[in-house]
């Protein structure tokens, strides 16, 4: 299983930018596809998250700007950015929780892209 994250850019404060993330493989279910972010210096965090129901969650920093979507068919994952921030200038990574006949469910990260938000 593979995730390829794209989107990814140099914005202006104020600005949008929508990453999407694609699952490929032989992939038999997904649960659990999230967005998190690495900054310079700092911890990975959690952006969003939604389960294969539709549940969402967002950090605080999030909530009201950014939106996260999935579509199953796609095996594919969004994120909208709203509202950007110098603060949210990060790489931002996607994450699945997907399974597979060969090792069951495991946890599988995409590469990262960048995000810059800077006048």
């Known amino acids: 299983v593979q995730l390829q994250a794209s989107g990814g850019g140099l914005v202006q404060p104020g600005g949008s930018l929508r990453l999407s993330c694609a699952a490929s493989?032989?992939?038999?279910?997904?649960?659990?596809m999230a967005w998190y972010r690495q900054a310079p210096g700092k911890q990975r965090e959690l952006v969003a998250s939604?389960?294969?129901?539709?549940?969402?969650n967002y950090t605080e920093s999030a909530k009201g700007r950014f939106t996260i979507s999935r579509d199953d068919a796609k095996s594919t994952v969004y994120l909208q950015m709203n509202s950007l921030k110098p603060e949210d200038t990060a790489v931002y990574y996607c994450?699945?929780?997907?399974?597979?006949?060969?090792?069951?469910?495991?946890?599988?990260w995409g590469q990262g892209t960048q995000v810059t938000v800077s006048s």
């Open positions: 939604i389960t294969n129901g539709g549940r969402t």
């Open positions: 994450n699945a929780d997907v399974l597979t006949k060969a090792l069951g469910w495991m946890d599988y």
């Open positions: 493989g032989t992939i038999f279910a997904i649960d659990v």
